[in-house]
C-alpha cells in the first residue's frame, strides 16, 4: 500500500503507434509514451478526458447541459503488461440505441473508430487495486480468471505480466463471449496456451453460438457454477479475478427509485456463485464495467 501510495497519478502525452481492429466492435490502441516510466501494475488502468478533443465540444457541452453535471475522465484498462514496450487499450463501441440508451455515448465512437497512428493523445495514469500481488504465490497456486466481453482487458494483461516474471502460478481462463467474433485476443491467448501450457489453460464459453473450430478448448453456455467448480481444485489456494458487465451506478439508482433492486449482470453473478462455492470475499478481486 506505502508503494501504491507513493505512486502519483500523472498525465502522459501519448501517441498511438498502431491500431488493431480486435472484433466487429472493438479496436485495439498501442500507445507510445515515449520515455515515460511503465511503472504500472498489469490490470490496472488510465483514464482518457473527452475534453480534449476538440470536435466532441458541441456533444460535451450539450451533454454536460443535459446531465446537469460535467463529463468525467473515461477508464481503460491496459492489456499490455510492463514489460511491453506499448501500452494497450481496446476500447468496444458503445452505441445509442433509440428508445434505450439515455444519451449517446461520448468517448468509445471517437476512440474505436477515429484514432490512427499518430494521433495524439493526454492520458492519466497509471491506477487501480486490479492486480496481482507479487506475494501471491504463498497464498495460491491457481488463478481463476472469469471474464465476459471487454472485461478481458486487464486479465490479459495480469497473464501476460505472470508468465513473463515466471511465477508460480497456474492461471485458468473462464471466458464468455457472445459468439466467435466477440472474443478479444483470439490468436494471442491461443498461443500462449499452446505456448506456456504449465501455466495457462483457457476455455472460450459462447453464449449465443455453437462452437465450430476454436482453439484451444470450447463450449457453449454461460460460465455457471458446475463449470467454475469443475476448474477449482483447491479452492484455498485459488485466487479470482473477475471482470465483465457489471451494473452500473445510475442503473442501481434508477432501479432503487423504481423501489426495485437491479437486475444482477456478469460480475454480479460470478460473485454470487462465488460466494455458494465457498470463496471468501478476500479472495476474489472484481471489476466492472457498463
Ligand atoms: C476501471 C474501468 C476500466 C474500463 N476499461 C474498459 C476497457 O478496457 N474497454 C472498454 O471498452 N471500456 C472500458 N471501461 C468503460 C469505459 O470507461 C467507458 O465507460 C465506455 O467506453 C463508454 O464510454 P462512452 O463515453 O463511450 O459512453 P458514455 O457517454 O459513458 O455512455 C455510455 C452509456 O451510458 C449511458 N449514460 C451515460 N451517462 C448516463 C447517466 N448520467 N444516466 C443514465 N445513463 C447514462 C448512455 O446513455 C450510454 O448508453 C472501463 C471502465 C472502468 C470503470
Redo the contacts with the bound molecule.
Sequence with gaps: MAEERGRKVREIQAVVADVREETHDAASLLLDIGDEERDYKAGQ?ITID?HQFGFLEQVIAYLEEV?GTREKP????MGSAPHEPHIL????E?RFWPGE???P?????PLSRHCPPGTTLTISGFT?PYAIPQDAGQKADTVLHLCAG?GI?PNFGLIKDSIHRGDDLHHVLLYSSKTRSDIFYYDQFAALAAAHSEQLTVLHSLTREDPHQIEPASRKGRLDAELIKSYVKDLDRTLVYCCGPGVLP?ERKEARERGEEPAPKFVETMIQILHELGFDKRQIKQ?S??
Design positions: 488502468f473527452p446531465k473515461r477508464a481503460y484498462s487499450i481496446t476500447v468496444k458503445e440508451s439515455k444519451y455515448p461520448v468517448l468509445s465512437p487501480g471487454s482487458v445510475w471489476e464495467w457498463g
